[in-house]
Nanobody, 128 residues
Framework: QVQLVESGGGLVQAGDSLRLSCAAS????????MGWFRQAPGKEREFVAA????????YYADSVKGRFTISRDNAKNTVYLQMHRLKSEDTAAYYC?????????????????????WGQGTQVTVSS
């Protein structure tokens, strides 16, 4: 079983930047992709970004495209989410997830049911 530990959340002001980290332990060589999702109070969980561990493919939600960047450090088994120009609507609990097997279509990584394990989440609060 893979354990995922997110960190880097916090309280920031609109326009600020924040970097989230997600460290995976065990079975890391088997990970095909990692993704970030978020869930705001009273809302459904939504896709934010995903990356294949080969690093050749990244995917973003339209709402964060151009502001957020997902990257990975395979040596550290860690995926990062660099967030710039944060907005109040970015306020949510952010979760990382892993998928072990390849997908037939990269866009499938935008759907939470394609992921095998999830972290506990880290809270990001953006004040306006």
């Amino acid at each position: 079983q893979v354990q995922l530990v997110e960190s880097g959340g916090g309280l920031v002001q609109a326009g600020d930047s924040l970097r989230l980290s997600c460290a995976a332990s065990s079975h890391t060589l088997s990970i095909y992709a990692m993704g970030w999702f978020r869930q705001a109070p009273g809302k459904e969980r939504e896709f934010v970004a995903a990356i294949t561990m080969s690093g050749d493919s990244t995917y973003y939600a339209d709402s964060v495209k151009g502001r957020f960047t997902i990257s990975r450090d395979n040596a550290k088994n860690t995926v990062y989410l660099q967030m710039h120009r944060l907005k109040s609507e970015d306020t949510a609990a952010y979760y990382c997830a892993v998928r072990f097997s390849a997908v037939s279509l990269g866009t499938q990584l935008k759907y939470d049911y394609y992921y095998n394990y999830w972290g506990q989440g880290t809270q990001v609060t953006v004040s306006s």
